[in-house]
């Protein structure tokens, strides 16, 4: 199979950009196989582009492309990544006690769903083992002793550095990550959390929204940021709902809605269909 080649830009729009771009890349010999861009109706007038390529007829090396595009891009104000096909993206996951997101992921993953390489589970506690064992998945047991969340967070961070991880994905992880964690992962840690937020927080959510009569049960997937789920939301769904569902059933309805959220957030991240704008994510559709 050939390589395909994913490069995502953004810039202050300017005309002929897309036509530019193009020419560029027909001149190395790389086929565009699809081409998707957004610009935006403020006044910041902002151009993004995401751009997959195929080497047909070009034997430039990635080497030399990244060197020449790099040029071009610099003259032409663009910020860009780009991505290759070949190299798989590695995750960790990280986890408390609730599974329906781990589940989830694992299975997608173990049915060759996701571009990716899951290369352990980091648990805070022991709960999870068995479903990582499961699917042959490593799982590290790291508690939180009182007083320690910061020795805790470390330990994880040295051991995701050591294993030379690209992305984490906070799969029910039921702990609030220091700024210490965000920054060694900026805009590569995927959370996800129900849409009841932030008018039920706290214990039980969904005895509080049962007792408020509540019509749509929500999920969001964001990147985790400082500020407490807060971050640039990637994707985000509802159900609907109505008075004759208890908190049992409102509960099974939202797992149903957080682990197709994450899910959906976790393959736009690897399929490189996002691109994050200060606080906010372009999303680019897949192309069918």
Same mark, same amino acid.
């Given at each position: 199979?050939?390589?395909?080649?994913?490069?995502? &830009?953004?810039?202050?729009?300017?005309?002929?950009?897309?036509?530019?771009?193009?020419?560029?890349?027909?001149?190395?010999?790389?086929?565009?196989?699809?081409?998707?861009?957004?610009?935006?109706?403020?006044?910041?007038?902002? =151009? =993004?582009?995401?751009?997959?390529?195929?080497?047909?007829?070009?034997?430039?090396?990635?080497?030399?492309?990244?060197?020449? =595009?790099?040029? =071009?891009?610099?003259?032409?104000?663009?910020? $860009?990544?780009?991505?290759?096909?070949?190299?798989?993206?590695?995750?960790?996951?990280?986890?408390?006690?609730?599974?329906?997101?781990? !589940?989830?992921?694992?299975?997608? $993953?173990?049915?060759?769903?996701?571009?990716?390489?899951?290369?352990?589970?980091?648990?805070?506690?022991?709960?999870? +083992?068995?479903?990582?064992?499961?699917?042959? *998945? #490593?799982? $590290?047991?790291?508690?939180?002793?009182?007083?320690?969340?910061?020795?805790?967070?470390?330990? *994880?961070?040295?051991?995701?550095?050591?294993? /030379?991880?690209?992305?984490?994905?906070?799969?029910? $992880?039921?702990?609030?990550?220091?700024?210490?964690?965000? %920054?060694?992962?900026? /805009?590569?840690?995927? %959370?996800?959390?129900?849409?009841?937020?932030?008018?039920?927080?706290?214990? /039980? #959510? !969904?005895?509080?929204? !049962?007792?408020?009569?509540?019509? &749509? *049960?929500?999920?969001?997937?964001?990147?985790?940021?400082?500020?407490?789920?807060?971050?640039?939301?990637?994707?985000?769904?509802?159900?609907?709902?109505?008075?004759?569902?208890? #908190?049992?059933?409102? +509960?099974?309805?939202?797992?149903?809605?957080?682990?197709?959220?994450?899910?959906?957030?976790?393959?736009?991240?690897?399929?490189? +269909?996002?691109?994050?704008?200060?606080?906010?994510?372009?999303?680019?559709?897949?192309?069918?």
């Amino acid at each position: 199979m050939k390589e395909k080649i994913v490069v995502l &830009i953004n810039c202050i729009d300017q005309k002929g950009i897309i036509a530019k771009v193009s020419s560029w890349f027909y001149e190395r010999g790389l086929n565009v196989l699809h081409c998707q861009q957004y610009t935006t109706a403020d006044e910041e007038s902002l =151009f =993004f582009m995401r751009v997959e390529l195929e080497k047909s007829s070009s034997d430039i090396s990635n080497e030399d492309l990244e060197k020449e =595009f790099g040029k =071009f891009a610099e003259k032409e104000g663009f910020s $860009y990544k780009i991505h290759y096909s070949s190299y798989k993206e590695r995750v960790a996951i990280l986890v408390s006690k609730t599974s329906h997101c781990l !589940y989830e992921l694992l299975s997608r $993953y173990d049915e060759n769903d996701l571009p990716a390489e899951i290369v352990m589970i980091v648990g805070n506690h022991d709960t999870l +083992r068995s479903v990582a064992e499961k699917f042959n *998945i #490593p799982f $590290y047991y790291m508690p939180i002793e009182d007083g320690k969340k910061e020795e805790q967070e470390k330990r *994880i961070i040295d051991l995701l550095m050591k294993n /030379n991880i690209d992305l984490v994905v906070l799969a029910r $992880y039921m702990q609030i990550l220091t700024p210490n964690f965000i %920054n060694a992962y900026r /805009n590569r840690i995927i %959370n996800i959390h129900h849409g009841f937020l932030p008018a039920f927080q706290g214990a /039980n #959510p !969904y005895k509080q929204a !049962y007792e408020r009569g509540v019509k &749509i *049960i929500g999920a969001t997937a964001h990147y985790a940021s400082e500020d407490l789920d807060q971050g640039p939301i990637i994707e985000q769904d509802v159900i609907r709902a109505n008075h004759v569902e208890g #908190p049992t059933l409102l +509960r099974d309805m939202g797992k149903d809605v957080e682990k197709r959220v994450l899910l959906s957030a976790v393959r736009s991240h690897l399929e490189r +269909r996002i691109i994050v704008y200060k606080n906010k994510t372009i999303v680019f559709q897949k192309e069918s």
